[in-house]
């Protein structure tokens, strides 16, 4: 039988690890002082103390194998939401922590932090400084938020003081940074074929978008704000860049500075969602003869014509968060990051 190494304070486990978040969260982790274990599906990179366990979200065993000695879990594993994948999702958000949770009891992990979602609580209409005491989505409008929402039940449920698991989730919204695989690359690729043009509605809505680093700050900060004597076990928290900025406005601070031009003509908000519900309706009858998945979704035009930022103000006041990069500075940093997508590269 395998000698069971005792958890220690100082070695933790990024599930999901080799993803965009994942990946800056272990650079942060190493430069506190950690020695991380990182669990995904594939590896990306290598790190001088970072030990790479590949394997399946829902193998047990696999993820025992890289809990052994770990007191902390990081669980920043999920799909892009863009994939719109029902059966992936299910599988990753729910089944896949369902593992996670039991692995890290069986392993003797004493903290869980989840990287949850804002749009848990987001039905396609306007949120304005919107707190955790929010009802979840009721009728949530993609297969992504439908499953955060019963992943982040799951691990707020699972917090036990008596058993010795504590955890905590933390919903970022509209992450972006250097690295980014999913915002830049496909913002560039739209604007190259020449669908960058709209702005959908009157662009006076407002909406958070994160850098980065201040969403690692938040999950490292909550990690060590968690103990039995704290206000944060089994809650979730918003952190954002807590500078609200109009949807538009950030997207062509962006492409303007890529030199791409920026979106100048309107369209009625109504009309697009609209056709946009009407194209994903006709998506969902033709799936069984033909594999057809439209550019604009329901959720990505809410996403771009209504008011969604949220308040920090818990975050504030139980774990002294603070935005660590204003978001001119991250704006500045991504696009310096990117300069094989600049127009003409």
Same mark, same amino acid.
């Given at each position: ?46 790190? !001088? ?19 052994? =000695? ?37 392993? @003797? ?14 039905? =396609? ?9 929010? !009802? #979840? ?34 919903? &970022? ?20 074929? =020449? ?35 704290? !206000?944060?076990?089994?809650?979730? #928290? ?12 950030? *997207? ?21 969602? =609209? ?12 799936? &069984? ?29 139980? *774990?002294?968060?603070? !935005? ?5 500075? @991250? ?7 990117? &300069? ?6």
């Amino acid at each position: 039988m395998a000698t069971r190494i005792r958890p220690s304070s100082k070695r933790c486990a990024v599930i999901g690890g080799s993803g965009f978040l994942g990946r800056h969260l272990v650079e942060k982790l190493l430069d506190k002082g950690y020695t991380v274990s990182v669990f995904d599906i594939r590896q990306s990179y290598e790190l !001088p103390g970072v030990t790479f366990h590949q394997g399946d979200l829902c193998d047990k065993q696999a993820l025992l194998t890289a809990l052994q =000695g770990v007191s902390l879990v990081f669980h920043c594993a999920s799909p892009a939401p863009a994939s719109d994948d029902k059966a992936l999702f299910q599988r990753v958000n729910i089944q896949g922590t369902q593992a996670v949770l039991q692995a890290c009891t069986e392993a @003797g992990v004493q903290k869980v932090v989840l990287t949850s979602s804002a749009s848990v609580v987001f039905e =396609g209409t306007d949120i304005k400084d919107g707190r955790e005491d929010l !009802p #979840y989505a009721k009728k949530p409008i993609d297969y992504y938020t439908q499953t955060k929402i019963e992943q982040e039940k799951l691990v707020l449920k699972a917090c036990d003081k008596e058993k010795g698991l504590l955890t905590v989730a933390i919903r &970022p919204h509209g992450i972006f940074g250097p690295r980014d695989p999913q915002l830049v690359p496909i913002l560039v690729d739209t604007a190259r074929r =020449g669908k960058m043009k709209f702005i959908i509605g009157d662009g006076s809505n407002l909406v958070d978008f994160t850098f980065v680093d201040n969403v690692v700050h938040g999950h490292i900060l909550a990690a060590e704000s968690l103990r039995p004597e704290s !206000p944060i076990c089994g809650k979730a #928290y918003h952190i954002t860049n807590d500078e609200p900025v109009r949807f538009w406005d950030f *997207m062509s601070d962006i492409l303007v500075g890529l030199g791409y031009a920026a979106p100048r003509y309107h369209l009625p908000y109504t009309l697009v969602y =609209g056709l946009a519900l009407l194209l994903w309706l006709l998506s969902l009858l033709l799936s &069984p003869l033909v594999a057809f998945k439209p550019t604009f979704t329901p959720m990505r035009v809410a996403l771009a014509g209504t008011h969604h930022f949220y308040s920090c103000s818990r975050a504030k006041q139980d *774990m002294g968060y603070k !935005p660590v990069v204003s978001l001119k500075d @991250g704006i500045r940093r991504t696009v310096e990051s990117y &300069p094989h997508l600049r127009h003409g590269a």
